[in-house]
């Protein structure tokens, strides 16, 4: 088990490097204006706009907490046993976060189609980031089963 979790967490970290670079998804309005932004095109935009609130948010939420969780899982991977429960505890509690950046994404895709001015493609970036929400959910599971199970 320990093993598929390692690969999936690898491909997992290589998807969510895709995922918050590559476009996430392609707006368009009226005929002429087309965007593409990637996560964190979107993070900057905010925070040269004055939105640092809302720019630290998506930071620490879509990126700094699932980073996180990949480094503690991959530790958990190869941690000596005395240090399992802990991090099974920590990890845990980031897991309870992990889908936020999903839902953030989704509410961006429907706020475009929605206002009838935009419409919203999806790109591959949304799909690595998804990606990688799901390899790491599996790899979470294998990694936290406990030895003889």
Avoid: N
């Amino acid at each position: 088990m320990r093993l598929i979790a390692a690969i999936l967490i690898t491909a997992a970290v290589f998807c969510f490097a895709l995922g918050i670079t590559l476009p996430l998804l392609e707006v368009k309005r009226l005929v002429f204006f087309s965007e593409k932004p990637s996560l964190l095109h979107i993070i900057a935009g905010l925070w040269d706009t004055g939105d640092w609130l809302l720019a630290l948010a998506i930071a620490v939420f879509s990126i700094g907490l699932p980073a996180i969780k990949l480094v503690s899982i991959q530790y958990l991977i190869s941690a000596p046993a005395g240090k399992a429960a802990r991090l099974r505890a920590m990890i845990g509690t980031l897991s309870k976060w992990s889908m936020l950046d999903v839902l953030l994404v989704a509410l961006v895709i429907f706020a475009a189609k929605s206002s009838g001015l935009a419409t919203a493609l999806t790109l591959p970036g949304l799909w690595f980031f998804a990606g990688s929400v799901v390899m790491t959910a599996i790899a979470s599971l294998l990694a936290q089963a406990k030895p003889g199970r």
